[in-house]
């Protein structure tokens, strides 16, 4: 059996489960369409991942999901202004901590992401999942401008399914100096087969998994995107560590690799330590470095 909306002057006014052959007989009268909650984007998607009609998501993957902060200014430009992603009204900012942090709220990176966020809609109404770890993670200017709150539960081996907990943000204004952000479960109407309205206040919604190629190529974009990213970090520690400890670092890997080139010699110079290996301080104090650096050396 499905699901039928009847939709009268643009609105649905009911929703009913029934069989195609029920709806055609004519005995609920007309303007009944078929629906679903497998349906996203005003596209419905199949049980293979592929919609019934409109953009397949495997065709927009990687236009629809901003994987690092160095995407965000072309896609986010392509969304909004490409002819043929016209009519894909969603995007998500993945590691949303690295585009518009919480620690730099007064970048202009970050306050540029988040005027964009807030006057897009005079352009194209967009919905913007913003991914992280953490809400905290971005900025409070950001967090201001999010409607809904969404956490989600890691697919479980052998499940084709996850559960999806959504509570709605509002801004608590009672007290003009001081602006709360709350949050709050949704509520709504739910339409009977029998035509009764019932208020419903769910816990949790269940979300079909992709099918297996859409989520292989997301990981692979999403793994590619964030060893980018995790390599760049580590190239400015290791400048920030060069400039720092300067020419003393400079002696301390000379020494290393001169020990490095004699392996034997490593047994008279140092020791194992429970779980590392360790300098003996002699040997740091012949070769003049400071003990605050023996720690590098080790």
Known sequence: MSHFAKIENGIVTQVIVAEQDFIDSGVVG????QTSYNTLGNVHYGQDGNPDGGIPLSEVLDDVNIY??????????????????KRINFIAMHEAREIIPSKKWQNFLTMAVNDISATNRVVKRLVTFVVSQSIGDVTSDTRKM????????RWNYGSPKTKVYIEAFWMDERDKQKIKLKTRGIKGLLRLPDGRLRSVKPICFEITRPNHEIVKRFKQSDFLAKSKT???KLNKILSALKAELGTEQNKIDAIVNWYVKLPESLKIIGKKAKDHWVVKKEVVEIHNILLSDAPTWD
């Open 68 to 85: 690092s902060p160095l995407e965000y200014p072309s896609k986010m430009d392509n969304i909004l202004h490409k002819p043929e992603l």
């Open 146 to 153: 999010i409607n809904y709150y969404l956490r989600c539960e």
């Open 30 to 33: 007309n303007g009944w369409i």
């Open 230 to 232: 995790i390599q760049a």
